[in-house]
């Protein structure tokens, strides 16, 4: 029987810095655990060999791959959140957009009042949604 799924998100080296923004733009969202590589070890001394983040009771698994890799996120895997307001859904876009790119600027495109697809500055993907 499966035990559990979660979304996995594999960085080069910027775990903790993605993982502190998202910390910082979503109310009660909290670092789990934290699990470093050590002198010696696989991955740089520091980095994230293993962390679990919750944003709004969801968790996340980050890591740090210390394997260099031609290959980074893609915006066909997303996190979707669904918004309470027009307010937040603008801060979070705004936010999340700097340093990243928009994919789908804010609007009515029918299936929502509002709604807004960004990527980060670290490639990851985030769908905003008017609930």
Not at 67 to 93: N, Y
Not at 119 to 131: C, E, K, V
Request: hydrophobic letters at 40%; glycine letters at 10%.
């Amino acid at each position: 029987m499966v035990k559990s799924v979660k979304p996995f998100l594999m960085f080069t080296g910027e775990a903790e810095a993605a993982m502190n923004i998202y910390l910082s733009l979503f109310p009660k969202a909290e670092i789990i655990s934290i699990d470093r590589y050590g002198r010696g070890e696989a991955g740089a001394e520091g980095s994230v060999r293993q962390a679990l983040l919750s944003i709004a009771g969801e968790t996340i698994m980050c890591i740090d791959s210390p394997v260099k890799h031609d290959f980074g996120f893609t915006p066909s895997f997303s996190l979707f959140v669904e918004c309470d307001s027009e307010e937040e859904l603008e801060r979070l876009a705004s936010a999340l957009a700097e340093g990243g790119k928009e994919l789908m600027p804010r609007g009515n495109y029918g299936f929502s009042r509002e709604f807004a697809w960004v990527s980060d500055r670290y490639g990851i993907s985030w769908q905003l949604n008017l609930a």
